[in-house]
């Protein structure tokens, strides 16, 4: 039994009430134009994370909307990591959650179940949060325990219970089942995990290639990936100074483009979505000038590009040529599974394939779109095009 994954019920909210206790049993969300984070007394009334604020307020009249202070939540995640660090050898943490991996130590922690009550005692008590902890024996099924018993609960999922408790979920509870995923196989009348262990191996892979093949796995209860060691960046910004100042839209957007891609890859090897992009433009009179925008969160390209190049003309409205641009990405979120993120699974495939490319022959190997404006104009070299300050991951 050596994972255990811990989940900070209705984080930001539940921060909000304990540090205005007038906000206590009263909806709370928190979040600007979709609620990142809603108490349990607004998700009584429908409200979820990810729903827009006027819907928030049309469902629950009387929410309460806080903007989030994220500085502050860091704190209380600080504090729980620490308390987390007393038992665990090894930890993960994602924003509001973390996997603690007991490998090993079952000799000195003989019940888990005790290591749970006591890791949800002290956090109570120290902190003030209230948190659900799941364990069993691998990182998907710990967190699928702690699922099973939110809020504020504690579940330890033995082996020999493992199999009814699969069996028994609805297909979405699957992780990587995203909801496009999860349409084709309603569309075959295929609702539930017991249901979906019918379908082959081979007509999985046909129909999603490896993410149909990691789903099957996933059914049958088996995740062998390890927790890392790792913590969510606060931001991931990639920017670059033009050789030459410029005002040609195609080399901007191109290369604003093309920094999107490499803070994405960024993205997507440590596992996150990110759900805010930024844009940064420095005039040749220095004048900076800054806009950001937040989204569903996202690891494909083609998502952010739009959004950029929107952003980029609301920005940049003086008839001066441009120095410097760059993007930053914020506001991450852990890609549940690691396959949601490919959703479509045609776009996963080339992302994946991409990325490989680049790794093994460097970024410069392969554009893409409007990044292509920029092979003319800028030096390139191995690594990709020379950037000319460094990118930043903080
Ligand atoms: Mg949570």
Same mark, same amino acid.
């Given at each position: ?30 979040? +600007? ?12 009334? +429908? ?5 827009? *604020? ?49 490998? +090993? ?48 609960? *504690? ?36 609702? #539930? ?12 892979? %046909?129909?999603?290639?490896?993410? %149909? ?23 991931? #910004? ?11 839209? +195609? ?40 806009? #950001? ?82 092979? #003319? ?18």
């Amino acid at each position: 039994m050596p994972i255990l994954h811990l989940d900070i019920d209705a984080f930001f909210a539940s921060v909000e009430q304990l540090r205005d206790p007038r906000l206590k049993g009263r909806p709370v969300a928190v979040g +600007g134009g979709v609620v990142a984070s809603a108490s349990y007394e607004a998700r009584a009334r +429908g409200v979820a994370n990810g729903t827009p *604020l006027h819907e928030a307020r049309r469902l629950c009249p009387g929410i309460i909307v806080l903007e989030g202070r994220h500085e502050i939540y860091r704190c209380f995640t600080a504090a729980i990591w620490e308390i987390c660090r007393r038992y665990a050898p090894a930890l993960e943490c994602l924003l509001d959650e973390a996997f603690c991996d007991f490998s +090993g130590t079952e000799r000195v922690y003989p019940d888990f179940l005790e290591v749970g009550r006591r890791l949800r005692r002290e956090i109570q008590d120290e902190v003030g949060l209230a948190v659900t902890v799941g364990v069993a024996r691998n990182r998907m099924l710990s967190k699928l325990a702690a699922k099973s018993v939110k809020p504020d609960g *504690l579940r330890l999922l033995p082996e020999a219970d493992e199999e009814p408790f699969l069996l028994s979920l609805p297909l979405e509870k699957l992780p990587g089942m995203g909801p496009k995923t999860r349409q084709i196989f309603h569309d075959m009348n295929i609702r #539930s995990v017991r249901e979906f262990r019918e379908v082959p191996l081979r007509t999985l892979e %046909g129909l999603l290639g490896k993410v %149909g093949a990691a789903l099957y796995e996933r059914a049958r209860g088996r995740d062998t990936r390890a927790i890392h060691e790792r913590e969510v960046p606060r931001s991931i #910004s990639r920017e670059t100074t033009f050789h030459r100042a410029t005002a040609e839209r +195609g080399e901007i957007e191109g290369l604003l483009s093309y920094l999107v891609d490499r803070a994405l890859r960024a993205a997507r090897q440590l596992g996150l979505k990110a759900k805010t992009v930024g844009v940064k433009v420095r005039y040749s009179d220095w004048q900076q000038e800054e806009m #950001s925008r937040s989204f569903p969160a996202t690891a494909v390209d083609e998502d952010v590009h739009p959004v950029v190049r929107e952003l980029l003309w609301k920005l940049y409205t003086r008839r001066v040529t441009l120095r410097h641009a760059g993007i930053v990405l914020s506001n991450f979120v852990p890609d549940d599974g690691q396959l949601a993120l490919f959703d479509d699974g045609r776009l996963a495939r080339l992302h994946a394939a991409v990325d490989a490319v680049r790794d093994k022959f460097g970024d410069g190997a392969i554009v893409a779109g409007r990044a292509i404006d920029l092979l #003319s104009k800028l030096p390139k070299d191995a690594y990709g095009y020379v950037l000319r300050t460094p990118s930043l991951t903080k």
